[in-house]
């Protein structure tokens, strides 16, 4: 028997006589209740900020059960319980006398049967553990003389869960849904089993209550209203989110790492510019790895990729579309991701627009924007009904509450292939640029030895561009890097660099005559010819036995034709 409930806490329950009994119960077992209930309340308060102060506990007053006409009958059971309004839900903690038993668990009446259909409806992979833990662990019981004690059926095959046979059942209006103990093999840890078996049940319950709220009478805004801004809790340290972000090698310096934990949770949009290759994609998803614990390669159930499309035109694009046939909505895994969200508010989710400014965010993240700025949240599906069920199953209440564990980051580069950021935009986002390359992070987590005459004639490019304004990013000096030592025993160091000088980092350097992009050209020529430009003086002079003798031939030909090209139309590229 487990130190936590005393055989005399229990024995009360057994106690002779009807006040007798009460008095006992009172005096032996309310106490180790009492603190049973005060332990749980503070790992509730700590784990639940946001909603716990809505929560109220109490205890069993019934002093004696009435059986007509004058007769009473001792109390058979004692329990605590913890509910808010608006009520009709709540978790009950009870020591059965009848039983012999602990019993924790979810008590639902009538009236919030079809909230907690919605809430299945709506969230139905969020609550599937749950459901399913009480399905083999648990007990669900519902109609007069019904226990679901597991999914089995006689004949082997695997039966519907409890919880879509009591929403099924015209029948079941009460349920009760938990864990039993018997005192007779309570385990030594029942204290800690007692509390997260409140705590898992209090947040299905929270999710009965804010649908009850959402279609009480006085309508969701006003409710909304009264309740305090909500940022889930629990998020791991910084400094733990940067050794798992860094774990594996990541070139990022610690300051815009902190700067980008920071506005996820000071705003719901985050926008990543930089050049093409500096990790803000990669970004996006070592950090929602790094705040769950899960390393490369390993599903992320709070993470989704959405890559941004050059014809998105409206939110129908981002969300998805109503058919007017089928009476259905065609929702996209952004939806999906979204409703997610919002059925599991104790955790913070999180979505990368990639190429967030190759279509114009102001079109497709319109009603996003708006809900962003507004108290209720709430944004329009563009259905024509209030609540439409989704292709594939479950249903959608319209107009939609923005969740506001969501959290978007948009990556965005800047070129002739994309739009600028309007206002609109920007004073909904936090902006943290990602153009520093850190060459020396970059060759401390770099995975694999290093050349040094190598990786000097990297640094050396890499100068001449940084001063043009084009640096490269790390992605584009790992191919470099891969490339090279690829081509060992192919093709010499010389050759295979002078290759890579030509196929990655030639093909950036275009546009009109400009002193920065003239310096560059020039610089690379130099580089290429090894030889300094008073020696060659204008491009169209280069003599053959110079091309014949420079360092990257092959690069130094291609230089030379994109210089004599800017020199006569004012204009480069590299097919010049």
């Not at 007509?68 to 001792?74: K, V």
């Amino acid at each position: 028997m487990s130190s936590l409930f005393p055989r005399e806490a229990l024995a009360a329950l057994r106690t002779e006589g009807v006040a007798e009994r009460w008095v006992a119960v009172q005096t032996v077992l309310h106490p180790v209740l009492a603190a049973l209930a005060e332990q749980i309340a503070a790992a509730a308060a700590q784990r639940y900020p946001r909603f716990w102060p809505l929560y109220e506990v109490s205890f069993k007053s019934q002093r004696y059960l009435h059986r007509g006409r004058g007769r009473r009958e001792a109390i058979s059971d004692y329990w605590v319980a913890f509910d808010r309004p608006p009520r009709g839900a709540g978790v009950l903690l009870a020591v059965s006398g009848v039983e012999e038993a602990i019993l924790v668990g979810l008590q639902l009446w009538r009236v919030r049967k079809p909230n907690l259909a919605r809430v299945w409806e709506t969230g139905r992979a969020v609550w599937a553990p749950l459901v399913e833990r009480v399905a083999y662990e648990g007990q669900a019981r519902f109609a007069p003389g019904t226990t679901d004690l597991g999914l089995a059926m006689a004949d082997g095959a695997s039966a519907p869960l409890w919880l879509q046979r009591y929403l099924a059942s015209r029948r079941a209006n009460y349920l009760w849904a938990g864990f039993v103990y018997p005192w007779a093999t309570m385990p030594d840890d029942l204290a800690q089993r007692l509390t997260d078996d409140v705590l898992a049940l209090v947040l299905l319950n929270e999710a009965v209550m804010e649908q009850a709220e959402t279609h009480a009478p006085t309508g969701a805004l006003r409710v909304r209203e009264m309740r305090q801004p909500y940022l889930p809790q629990g998020l791991p340290p910084i400094e733990v989110i940067a050794d798992r972000v860094y774990q594996d090698g990541f070139a990022l310096d610690d300051v815009t790492l902190r700067a980008y934990h920071i506005a996820l949770q000071t705003r719901p949009l985050v926008i990543l510019p930089g050049i093409s290759g500096t990790g803000k994609t990669r970004l996006t998803r070592r950090y929602a790895d790094a705040v769950y614990g899960l390393g490369d390669g390993q599903p992320n159930p709070y993470y989704l990729l959405v890559a941004v499309q050059p014809d998105w035109h409206n939110a129908r694009d981002l969300l998805g579309y109503y058919n007017a046939l089928t009476g259905q909505y065609h929702a996209t895994p952004f939806l999906h991701f979204l409703l997610q969200a919002a059925a599991d508010p104790q955790q913070f989710y999180y979505v990368c627009l990639d190429e967030f400014n190759l279509a114009r965010p102001e079109y497709y993240l319109a009603p996003i924007l708006s809900a962003m700025e507004t108290v209720e949240g709430l944004f329009d599906l563009g259905a024509p009904v209030d609540e439409v069920a989704l292709v594939g199953g479950g249903v959608v209440r319209n107009p939609v509450r923005l969740p506001t564990n969501l959290r978007l980051i948009g990556t965005v580069n800047v070129d002739e292939s994309t739009f600028a950021l309007s206002d609109k935009v920007l004073d909904r986002a936090n902006v943290i640029e990602l153009t520093e390359v850190d060459l020396d992070r970059f060759r401390a987590t770099y995975p694999a030895p290093l050349d040094d005459q190598l990786w000097a004639l990297l640094v050396a490019v890499q100068r001449i561009l940084t001063d043009a304004g084009q640096p490269v990013g790390y992605r584009t000096l790992a191919a470099m890097l891969q490339f090279v030592t690829q081509a060992s025993g192919t093709l010499s160091v010389p050759q295979a660099f002078d290759l890579q000088l030509k196929q990655k980092i030639l093909p950036r350097l275009r546009g009109e005559d400009s002193p920065r992009l003239r310096r560059a050209l020039t610089e690379l020529l130099s580089f290429c010819l090894g030889l300094e430009a008073a020696q060659w003086g204008r491009a169209n002079r280069i003599a053959p036995a110079q091309l014949a003798a420079a360092l990257y031939p092959a690069s130094a030909s291609k230089l030379q034709r994109m210089l004599e090209r800017l020199d006569q139309d004012g204009f480069t590229d590299f097919y010049s």
